[in-house]
């Protein structure tokens, strides 16, 4: 019997309970279409157990101690499509306009913009939030700020706090930016580059359930980045996610969805601004 067949051949309680458990701890929600896709991404896992078939796995899963393999299933089923800038007309309207108006209705008190990038990946969502910050500190003078970023899977934070990246895949909206935030590597590394550490310092990266109750954030924060995350989440989920992210935004405080999402199925209070990015008012 072939690998292939082995893989489609996924019992329908069994695909049950395993999406049960990935919803309950992660509320990442997987419709019946998914079961392909999830036995294609777990089959590994599968094995590493040494489980037979999949009500073993299952049992498995249940019977392990702690949360070390519910992380690892969760880990192997979300996505981590990602790259430099993607979505670019939010780094360019931050650029234009909108990070002027946040500034200037920033709290005199505060002396730190706070930023977060919701679902980091490996790390380039978050450095391009931080190039865009540095970019208008240098044309417009220097602002205090600081890019908080969370992820749940912990494979693609490995990737994220190493911060290495192939030179070609960095699709920079200026060449300039290369040499002023990247580090071209030599030799055993030719082709790769490496975020300065000026620009590292000011991006923390976490591993983070977006739904638990205490996240390694500040309370308060001025820009939200949680794009292309609520198409993963059933509506009561999507609720409870909007209403937690718009009290943590200042007034004034932004949250950028991506293109493809809306919130238009959540009660909020947002102001929408277009394309994908919503204001909390004052």
Same mark, same amino acid.
């Given at each position: 019997?072939?690998?292939?067949?082995?893989?489609?051949?996924?019992?329908?309680?069994?695909?049950?309970?395993?999406?049960?458990?990935?919803?309950?701890?992660?509320?990442?929600?997987?419709?019946?279409?998914?079961?392909?896709?999830?036995?294609?991404?777990?089959?590994?896992?599968?094995?590493?157990?040494?489980?037979?078939?999949?009500?073993?796995?299952?049992?498995?899963?249940?019977?392990?101690?702690?949360?070390?393999?519910?992380?690892?299933?969760?880990?192997?089923?979300?996505?981590?499509?990602?790259?430099?800038?993607?979505?670019?007309?939010?780094?360019?309207?931050?650029?234009?306009?909108?990070?002027?108006?946040?500034?200037?209705?920033?709290?005199?008190?505060?002396?730190?913009?706070?930023?977060?990038?919701?679902?980091?990946?490996?790390?380039?969502?978050?450095?391009?939030?931080?190039?865009?910050?540095?970019?208008?500190?240098?044309?417009?003078?220097?602002? $205090?700020?600081?890019?908080?970023?969370?992820?749940?899977?912990?494979?693609?934070?490995?990737?994220?706090?190493?911060?290495?990246?192939?030179?070609?895949?960095?699709?920079?909206?200026?060449?300039?930016?290369?040499?002023?935030?990247?580090?071209?590597?030599?030799?055993?590394?030719?082709?790769?580059?490496?975020?300065?550490?000026?620009?590292?310092?000011?991006?923390?990266?976490?591993?983070?359930?977006?739904?638990?109750?205490?996240?390694?954030?500040?309370?308060?924060?001025?820009?939200?980045?949680?794009? $292309?995350?609520?198409?993963?989440?059933?509506?009561?989920?999507?609720?409870?996610?909007?209403?937690?992210?718009? $009290?943590?935004?200042?007034?004034?405080?932004?949250?950028?969805?991506?293109?493809?999402?809306?919130?238009?199925?959540?009660?909020?209070?947002?102001?929408?601004?277009?394309?994908?990015?919503?204001?909390?008012?004052?």
């Amino acid at each position: 019997m072939s690998d292939t067949h082995l893989l489609q051949d996924i019992d329908d309680r069994v695909f049950e309970e395993l999406c049960q458990l990935i919803y309950q701890h992660s509320r990442i929600c997987l419709t019946s279409e998914k079961k392909t896709f999830l036995s294609s991404r777990l089959d590994r896992h599968k094995r590493e157990l040494q489980a037979d078939n999949w009500g073993a796995y299952l049992d498995k899963l249940k019977r392990a101690p702690g949360l070390v393999e519910i992380e690892n299933v969760i880990d192997l089923v979300s996505t981590n499509h990602t790259y430099f800038f993607r979505e670019p007309s939010h780094f360019e309207r931050l650029s234009q306009d909108l990070l002027g108006a946040v500034i200037k209705s920033h709290p005199a008190k505060k002396s730190l913009l706070q930023c977060w990038s919701v679902a980091a990946s490996s790390g380039e969502e978050a450095f391009s939030l931080a190039i865009t910050l540095a970019e208008y500190e240098r044309q417009f003078g220097a602002i $205090n700020w600081h890019v908080h970023a969370t992820d749940i899977s912990r494979r693609v934070l490995i990737k994220a706090h190493a911060s290495i990246y192939d030179i070609d895949q960095l699709n920079l909206p200026s060449v300039d930016l290369l040499t002023r935030y990247f580090k071209k590597g030599t030799g055993e590394y030719e082709g790769l580059c490496k975020v300065k550490r000026h620009l590292i310092q000011r991006v923390k990266f976490a591993h983070a359930n977006v739904f638990q109750p205490t996240l390694p954030v500040p309370d308060y924060l001025d820009i939200i980045f949680c794009r $292309n995350v609520l198409i993963y989440f059933d509506t009561p989920s999507r609720q409870l996610l909007i209403t937690r992210l718009e $009290n943590m935004l200042e007034p004034g405080g932004l949250l950028l969805i991506g293109h493809t999402e809306n919130l238009s199925s959540v009660s909020h209070k947002l102001q929408h601004l277009g394309g994908g990015i919503f204001r909390r008012p004052h």
